[in-house]
């Protein structure tokens, strides 16, 4: 069973910047589509970022693209998103995602398994 843990929120000012892990046991995260899903009061989750490692290319939201990056540590089995410039409306519950498929996936429901979450609040 795969278990995602993720850490890395809090509160940060705009234009600032914060890295959020996702830390994945019983599985390897490059055997996976992993997901950076984000979800604000009253909204739908929605996919920020994703990666298949060797398979394709990373995936961004067009809200984020030049401003978050998704990577990968195969030593520590982590995923990483990567935020810089971050903006008030980037504010949000994050979670991180996966599912053993060979391609990208966007939408929540084809993900099988979810960390429970950390909160990002960016202050303007």
């Known amino acids: 069973q795969v278990q995602l843990v993720e850490s890395g929120g809090g509160l940060v000012q705009a234009g600032g910047s914060l890295r959020l892990s996702c830390a994945v046991s019983g599985g390897t995260f490059s055997s996976y589509v992993m997901g950076w899903f984000r979800q604000a009061p009253g909204k739908e989750r929605e996919l920020v970022a994703a990666?298949?490692?060797?398979?394709?290319?990373?995936y961004y939201a067009d809200s984020v693209k030049g401003r978050f990056s998704i990577s990968g540590d195969n030593a520590k089995n982590t995923v990483y998103l990567q935020m810089n410039s971050l903006k008030p409306e980037d504010t949000a519950t994050y979670y991180c995602a996966a599912d053993p498929n060979w391609f990208v996936l966007k939408s929540p429901g084809q993900y099988d398994y979810w960390g429970q979450g950390t909160q990002v609040t960016v202050s303007s």
């Open positions: 990666i298949r490692q060797r398979r394709s290319t990373p």
